[in-house]
């Protein structure tokens, strides 16, 4: 049974260029969470996507947008990215009738 | 205030020591709480689930006091593999499904 995933596993840009960072579900998880982790602070929580809708977001611009898709993956897309984009990015995914999230390795994003 | 609140520590304790950690939260309607563990530039990993009655699992023991607002941890028997960042999450009140996190409690054991 096949844990979260997250691609690619680390990511260098430079400041304006776009991103897209991908995530697949555990199996049988039908809800996706993002998170933004910088060095050594807690995770904050970007948006949920649930039946390939944004249920939730937290305070992130427009900036932050994303995607589910019809077998529950999700991705994240970060535009005219910033030196205070590079973050550790995490994925979680969950059961929609409950709360344990799982997490997936991240994406190391470095921005230039 | 902060929604949730920890220690950052580092606490820096000998193997076999019993060390607690304490979170605090600000919404009294919060419903669940969690203890995740994080190892340095690894992901969150579910730890334990906090329940009113308390919960315990091996060396892990976990409190829920609802009227002060706070969560504990505690970790009896210290190991050396316990060291990593112990972090307190709180799921929103209106919404069960965001999960507020604190910024973790460095824990470092010795041996």
């Known amino acids: 049974d096949a844990g979260v995933t997250q691609s690619p596993t680390h990511l260098i840009k430079t400041r304006g260029q776009q991103v897209t960072l991908r995530c697949s579900p555990k199996s049988g998880h039908d809800t996706v969470s993002w998170y933004q982790q910088a060095l050594g602070q807690g995770p904050q929580f970007i948006f949920q996507?649930?039946?390939?809708?944004?249920?939730q977001r937290g305070n992130f611009p427009d900036r932050f947008s994303g995607h589910q898709f019809p077998n529950y993956s999700s991705e994240l897309n970060v535009n005219a990215l910033l030196l205070g984009d590079s973050a550790l990015y995490l994925c979680a995914s969950s059961l929609s009738a409950q709360e344990t999230q799982y997490f997936g390795p991240g994406t190391r994003l470095l921005v230039l | 205030r902060k929604e949730v609140e920890q220690d950052p520590g580092p606490f820096n304790v000998p193997e076999g020591a019993t060390v607690a950690f304490n979170c605090t939260y600000s919404?009294?309607?919060?419903?669940?709480f969690f203890w995740y563990r994080q190892d340095c530039r690894k992901e969150p990993k579910l730890l334990m689930s906090?329940?009113?009655?308390?919960n315990e699992d091996g060396r892990f023991t976990a409190q829920l006091n609802r009227a002060s607002q706070y969560i504990s941890l505690l970790i009896r028997d210290s190991k050396l593999s316990d060291s990593a960042t112990y972090l307190c999450?709180?799921?929103?009140?209106?919404?069960?499904?965001?999960?507020?996190w604190g910024l973790g409690t460095s824990l470092a054991v010795n041996p």
């Open positions: 999450v709180v799921t929103d009140a209106g919404n069960n499904r965001k999960l507020i």
């Open positions: 996507y649930y039946e390939e809708e944004e249920r």
């Open positions: 906090v329940y009113s009655s308390g």
């Open positions: 919404n009294s309607a919060s419903q669940s």
